[in-house]
């Protein structure tokens, strides 16, 4: 059976607000509304404030009395991320020829989701994260990328040529190295006086299979849906083929979270969000196959939000990517086990040098990464027990910051600390 991995570009629940029975919260005032029109993720936050360690679980049974906690979790959490959901439309002229090699020109649009984690209401601003492949055509006349795109709120996406619906929208940042965009939305009065709400990235830096997901995006051009699932892979590597064209290939390699929440073209760029409600990661693939079922496949939250922010830093030329950091040095993981903690089962590995570089030894073992600026401000200071969690801590480097990793090197531990020079960037991204 041969496995296709395809790019996606192309059950609504009632509100969740308090229900009677459960507790009278009328009178508590929450951002200036009256308690009886607030939703349990309001009072869900309010407590956090309190505690940041209690669950959305916790938090149900504790102080609502609720027993079917996931479902009426599941509920609120998938409503409030309807409201975090963009259908994107991203158009472009392109140019193909004839049997007599006469240039062909036409207009065509690509159809996929988006996720928005920034918003400013009052100014009617906003970022959306979308996946590169659907604002990016490299049969595309002038530029691969889309200067043309168009997003559109949950209940506003049924009809893409009413463009009283239709929120511009322009990229400011693009990555085919991690198949991610990020679109910028400035003065839009439809944000301004609709519902929408920003989407929190999960801050934790490993998955587990078994967690509840919940994917929301743009399936088949029909408007933003919700379909529920739960994690099979914690992390695996897919190979996509982003090109537009039928003739060329453009394969590139991404680490993903596997799902069986149900997936299809139109859900590239979408978010996959866990039972709190955050962004465990940005869909992207699924696997193609009439042997197939149920095989999607998500950017995990991880990597994405730190590149996020690396995209802020740098801004856009409108042609180049992200210029990211890198060691001088080669590594691998090796010797790896499993641990069954907390009903969980982690996979853990040794992350070994195979290349000197940067003051690093073959055959040094890396157990910790820290990375500060020259100011001594921490941005990274993580265990390193996957390999990914060396990489997708390098995003969040800068020139002039230092990579301090401490490594096992024959029966001792060291600190090796990496000042990051011009020489340890590079941009993978020219499109």
Same mark, same amino acid.
């Given at each position: 059976?041969?496995?296709?991995? *395809?790019?996606?570009?192309?059950?609504?629940?009632?509100? %969740? %607000?308090?229900?009677?029975?459960?507790?009278?919260?009328?009178?508590?005032?929450?951002?200036?509304?009256?308690?009886?029109?607030?939703?349990?993720?309001?009072?869900?936050?309010?407590?956090?404030?309190?505690?940041? @360690?209690?669950?959305? !679980? +916790?938090?149900?049974?504790?102080?609502?009395?609720?027993?079917?906690?996931?479902?009426?979790?599941?509920?609120?959490?998938?409503?409030?991320?309807?409201?975090?959901?963009?259908?994107?439309?991203?158009?472009?002229?392109?140019?193909?020829?004839?049997?007599?090699?006469?240039?062909?020109?036409?207009?065509?649009?690509?159809?996929?989701?988006?996720?928005?984690?920034?918003?400013?209401?009052? &100014?009617?601003?906003?970022?959306?994260?979308?996946?590169?492949? *659907?604002?990016? $055509?490299?049969?595309?006349?002038?530029?691969?990328?889309?200067? +043309?795109?168009?997003?559109?709120?949950?209940?506003?996406?049924?009809?893409? /040529?009413?463009?009283?619906?239709?929120?511009?929208?322009?990229?400011?940042?693009?990555?085919?190295?991690?198949?991610?965009?990020?679109?910028?939305?400035?003065?839009? +009065?439809?944000?301004?006086?609709?519902?929408?709400?920003? %989407?929190?990235?999960?801050?934790?830096?490993?998955?587990?299979?078994?967690?509840?997901?919940?994917?929301?995006? $743009?399936?088949?051009?029909?408007?933003?849906?919700?379909?529920?699932?739960?994690?099979?892979? @914690?992390?695996?590597?897919?190979?996509?083929?982003?090109?537009?064209?039928?003739? &060329? =290939?453009?394969?590139?390699?991404?680490?993903?979270?596997?799902?069986?929440?149900?997936?299809?073209?139109? /859900?590239?760029?979408?978010?996959?969000?866990?039972?709190?409600?955050?962004?465990?990661?940005?869909? &992207?693939?699924?696997?193609?196959?009439?042997?197939? !079922?149920?095989?999607?496949?998500?950017?995990?939250?991880? &990597?994405?939000?730190?590149?996020?922010?690396?995209?802020?830093? =740098?801004?856009?030329?409108? #042609?180049?990517?992200?210029? =990211?950091?890198?060691? $001088?040095?080669?590594?691998?993981?090796?010797?790896?086990?499993?641990?069954?903690?907390?009903?969980?089962? %982690?996979?853990? #590995?040794?992350?070994?040098?195979?290349?000197?570089?940067?003051?690093?030894?073959? #055959? !040094?073992?890396?157990?910790?990464?820290?990375?500060?600026?020259?100011?001594?401000?921490?941005?990274?200071?993580?265990?390193?027990?996957?390999?990914?969690?060396?990489?997708?801590?390098?995003?969040?480097?800068?020139?002039?910051?230092?990579?301090?990793?401490?490594?096992?090197? #024959?029966?001792?531990?060291?600190?090796?600390?990496?000042?990051?020079?011009? !020489? /340890?960037?590079?941009?993978?991204?020219?499109?």
């Amino acid at each position: 059976m041969k496995k296709i991995i *395809v790019a996606l570009i192309s059950v609504i629940i009632a509100s %969740a %607000a308090f229900m009677g029975g459960c507790v009278n919260v009328s009178g508590v005032d929450i951002k200036g509304l009256d308690g009886k029109n607030a939703s349990a993720y309001e009072f869900y936050e309010l407590a956090k404030s309190q505690d940041p @360690d209690l669950t959305i !679980d +916790e938090f149900l049974k504790k102080y609502l009395s609720y027993t079917d906690t996931q479902a009426f979790a599941l509920q609120g959490a998938i409503n409030r991320s309807l409201m975090s959901g963009v259908s994107v439309v991203a158009c472009f002229e392109t140019v193909s020829y004839d049997l007599f090699g006469r240039p062909i020109k036409k207009s065509v649009a690509s159809f996929g989701s988006g996720v928005i984690t920034e918003l400013d209401k009052e &100014n009617g601003d906003a970022y959306v994260v979308t996946n590169c492949h *659907v604002v990016y $055509n490299d049969t595309a006349v002038n530029s691969y990328v889309s200067d +043309e795109i168009y997003l559109y709120l949950y209940g506003q996406d049924d009809d893409y /040529n009413d463009r009283d619906y239709a929120i511009p929208a322009t990229v400011v940042g693009v990555s085919s190295t991690y198949d991610i965009a990020l679109l910028k939305v400035e003065g839009s +009065e439809i944000l301004r006086s609709g519902t929408a709400v920003a %989407a929190e990235f999960d801050d934790a830096d490993d998955v587990y299979v078994g967690e509840t997901v919940y994917a929301i995006g $743009n399936p088949e051009r029909l408007g933003i849906a919700a379909t529920q699932g739960i994690i099979s892979k @914690d992390s695996e590597t897919i190979r996509v083929d982003i090109s537009s064209s039928d003739y &060329n =290939q453009n394969i590139k390699t991404y680490r993903v979270i596997r799902t069986d929440a149900a997936i299809n073209g139109g /859900n590239s760029g979408g978010g996959l969000f866990n039972l709190e409600g955050k962004l465990a990661g940005i869909v &992207n693939a699924k696997a193609a196959s009439e042997d197939i !079922d149920n095989m999607g496949y998500a950017l995990p939250s991880s &990597n994405v939000r730190r590149l996020v922010e690396l995209m802020h830093s =740098q801004g856009y030329d409108g #042609e180049t990517g992200v210029e =990211q950091a890198y060691l $001088n040095a080669s590594f691998s993981a090796k010797n790896r086990k499993t641990k069954y903690e907390n009903d969980k089962l %982690a996979i853990y #590995e040794t992350v070994y040098v195979t290349a000197a570089g940067d003051g690093l030894l073959a #055959e !040094d073992a890396v157990r910790h990464v820290k990375i500060t600026d020259a100011q001594g401000n921490i941005y990274e200071d993580m265990d390193v027990t996957r390999l990914y969690h060396l990489d997708d801590a390098l995003l969040s480097a800068r020139l002039g910051y230092t990579v301090t990793l401490t490594v096992s090197r #024959e029966g001792k531990t060291v600190e090796v600390p990496i000042t990051l020079t011009k !020489d /340890n960037f590079i941009n993978y991204d020219k499109i």
